[in-house]
């Protein structure tokens, strides 16, 4: 009766943790790459585009669930292409906050970066998966990936509070805008040049499963700077006019939005030249090298 009993208990645990995690992944949010996503409008004279950069930050972890760093008991732990996404649209907001911080939030001939800004991208390139225990160093407590990028949001908000009550640079030159231009452009380059290497090492390979990471760690990047560079439009407006510029930053948005807006339900990384399955990497790259060529022909216009 014991062992009956025993066995039962056995079984309604296995069943019970098949079933939690299947059920859990369901319940988590799905990959959030809506082009509308907005925040309204921050005080007058801040940026637009540090106030997106902070709101999209909330958005992914307090709003929605921080999977990349879950643990092996939490259904998010199962999960790679929510955490590749969350991870590649802070990767790509901490690349656009470095590049404002070098070129238009410093007066010129100053090469000391503001002090907040400079703050939020160190805390931003922090990485995602670090939990409250970290297991490499025999699980001492440690600052979650969520409390460094929430330090990062507030940052961003004490920024922008300095901008609009004229205490800090934020200086809206066509070549200030040209110059956080060419350093996303180059960030793409390295991003199609990951999905190039993945492509030739492992095309057609049908268990490759690590293409769907570089796939959607690609795409959070492209989200990010579609959104990010939607705003910053609005910030320098002035600027596009002046240079007349503004056909071909409509034109470079549109190109990234295109990019980001790829959402297979599964990546297959298939040969380019094949005719039965899909190689959603090729795709995603001549996107991103698309919307690349776009950035540089908006930079070139600003200068």
């Known amino acids: 009766r014991r062992r009956r009993a025993g066995l039962a208990v056995a079984v309604v645990i296995v069943l019970a943790l098949g079933l939690y995690y299947p059920i859990g992944m369901l319940a988590l949010p799905s990959i959030d790459d809506d082009p509308g996503f907005a925040t309204p409008p921050p005080p007058i004279g801040a940026s637009r585009a540090v106030a997106l950069a902070a709101a999209l930050i909330e958005r992914e972890v307090d709003q929605r669930h921080w999977a990349a760093n879950d643990p092996f008991f939490l259904p998010g732990w199962m999960l790679d292409d929510l955490p590749n996404y ?37 805390l931003l390139k922090y990485p995602g998966n670090v939990w409250i225990l970290d297991w490499r ?94 705003e910053l439009g609005q910030d320098f407006d002035r600027a596009l006019a002046e240079k007349k510029a503004e056909a071909a930053w409509k034109r470079m948005l549109a190109a990234l939005g295109e990019a980001a807006a790829l959402h297979p339900w599964i990546v297959i990384n298939g040969a380019p030249d094949s005719m039965l399955l899909p190689s959603h990497l090729a795709g995603l790259g001549y996107a991103g090298l698309r919307a690349r060529a776009r950035v540089a022909e908006a930079a070139a216009a600003l200068k």
Do not use: C, W
């Open 86 to 122: 969350q991870m590649g649209i802070v990767a790509g907001l901490a690349r656009a906050i470095q590049a404002l911080a070098e070129h238009a939030a410093r007066p010129r001939g100053q090469a000391r970066l503001d002090g907040d800004l400079d703050r939020a991208v160190g």
């Open 137 to 230: 160093s025999g699980f001492g407590a440690t600052a979650s990936s969520e409390a460094q990028y929430r330090a990062a949001r507030a940052a961003l908000i004490a920024y922008n509070e300095r901008v609009a009550a004229k205490r800090a640079a934020f200086e809206r030159r066509p070549d200030a805008l040209a110059a956080v231009l060419d350093a996303i452009a180059a960030d793409i380059d390295t991003q199609s040049a990951l999905i190039e290497t993945r492509i030739a090492e492992s095309a057609g390979n049908l268990f490759d499963f690590s293409a769907d990471d570089v796939f959607h760690a690609a795409k959070g990047r492209l989200y990010a700077y579609a959104l990010f560079l939607r």
